[in-house]
């Protein structure tokens, strides 16, 4: 889980696994796999950051990128 800030200054706790597109209108609006969108105050830069950290966290970029060198090979 990602930690973000809603537009009324409380915090919000998203699954970044399911976030399926982000947009800024000025506001970050971000979409997930379910539909739902949650608008935060964050910069679009900052949650993709948030997101590549948890990522790297969790393992999943690594498990990526050998399953990626394995099929190259």
């Known amino acids: 889980m990602i930690s973000l800030t809603r537009l009324n200054g409380k915090p919000i706790f998203v699954n970044a696994i399911l976030i399926e597109s982000m947009e800024e209108t000025p506001d ?11 608008t935060v105050l964050e910069q679009g830069a900052v949650v ?21 060198d394995t099929e190259v090979s």
């Open 28 to 38: 970050t609006i971000i979409t997930l796999i379910t539909g739902k969108k949650i």
């Open 48 to 68: 993709v950051s948030l997101v590549q950290a948890y990522m790297q966290e969790i393992g999943s970029i690594r498990a990526t990128i050998k399953s990626m």
